[in-house]
């Protein structure tokens, strides 16, 4: 008798079981939507803001029905690094992958292997060249804001100054351009922009003292701009920084020289790190300008979900730069 009452036990707990697997799980149906993210390196301020933004709003969009499996990798700035970390996804049949170049140069071919993989790419941060973005048409897009808006700004944001930055009233604007990585667009148009704009909107001239690469790197502004003010000491009016971390090291070595931004120098910047706009709002920075991370990164999270769906993506989606000077610095915080 007890044995039967022990099997009948067994008999209903793997019934149990087998109900816990059956189709009333609500795990079951649930989609995998595997997305692979390169950046074209951690060791980067505002990449690091963008990307992290990209996890998170994947994940306030898994729902019951669908999680995103978002794996970020690397690029270590090293295109072989980066090509073969997306050969990988590729070869694991990830459904999208969100692209950051570390060469926009090498767009084409990795455009190819997408479309012979037949899997969308969302390129982020650094445009490729309008010919390569005009193939596998529909399936891969950029996603990014037009660098050449974020140079006009920073020009206007010295131009609008009361004495337009020229403190020694000679006509000429004489300052030091720190470039980012100047293969890139947004370190070419805000080097080119800048100065164009400032010229149009002040009507002086401009007297470039030194124009130095600093990879987008603190540690580089700093000594770029400590070396040109040992070397062109007061007549340095302005330093232009292609983006806020080298504006920041660019701050210290301007402090460290005994030189005061807003009374003897100024000091732009691009990103509107959360530093720089306490920085800005303390009149310890001129302005910077706002590159918005968080609307970049839903963009192109929006656009990844659009492409899985078997939607046709736009080629371009767009988000605007905005100014931050001491008057709205508050604003952005
Ligand atoms: C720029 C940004 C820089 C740097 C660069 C990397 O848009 O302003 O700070 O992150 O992208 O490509």
């Known amino acids: 008798m007890k044995k039967i009452a022990a099997l009948f036990l067994s008999f209903m707990m793997l019934a149990g079981l087998v109900g816990c697997t059956g189709s009333n799980d609500p795990g079951k149906d649930k989609k995998i939507i595997n997305v692979g993210v390169s950046i074209y390196k951690f060791d980067d301020n505002f990449m690091t803001l963008y990307r992290q933004e990209i996890e998170a709003y994947f994940k306030t ?25 997306i050969d990988n996804f590729i070869a694991q049949d990830y459904d999208v992958l969100i692209i950051n170049l570390v060469q926009a140069t090498s767009a084409a071919t990795i455009i190819d292997k997408c ?74 148009y805000r080097t080119q922009y800048s100065i164009e704009q400032y010229i149009e909107k002040s009507g002086l001239k401009v007297d470039k003292l030194d124009e130095q690469r600093g990879d987008w790197d603190q540690a580089k502004g700093q000594e770029i701009v400590a070396n040109a003010l040992t070397q062109y000491k007061d007549k340095i009016e302005v330093v232009f920084c292609n983006n806020d971390a080298m504006a920041l ?84 915080k």
């Open 61 to 85: 969009l898994s729902t019951d029905e669908v999680t995103y499996q978002v794996t970020v990798q690397d690029g270590k700035n090293d295109m072989a690094e980066q090509t073969s970390q």
């Open 115 to 188: 479309e012979a993989a037949k899997k969308p790419c969302i390129f982020i941060n650094r445009e490729p060249s309008v010919e390569d973005m005009k193939k596998y048409e529909g399936m891969i897009t950029y996603v990014g804001a037009d660098a050449r808006q974020s140079g006009k700004m920073q020009g206007e944001i010295i131009a609008e100054l009361d004495n337009k930055g020229d403190l020694n009233n000679d006509g000429l604007l004489q300052y030091v351009m720190v470039v980012g990585d100047p293969e890139n667009v947004d370190a070419k």
């Open 249 to 332: 090291g660019a701050a210290q070595a301007i402090k460290a020289a005994g030189r005061t931004v807003g009374k003897d120098i100024y000091l732009v910047g691009v990103d509107a790190l959360a530093e720089a706009v306490e920085m800005v709002g303390n009149d310890e920075m001129s302005g910077t300008v706002l590159n918005d991370h968080i609307s970049q990164s839903h963009k192109a999270v929006d656009a990844a979900i659009k492409a899985v769906k078997g939607d046709k993506l736009d080629t371009y989606y767009w988000v605007d730069y905005v100014k931050v000077t001491p008057k709205n610095a508050s604003q952005f």
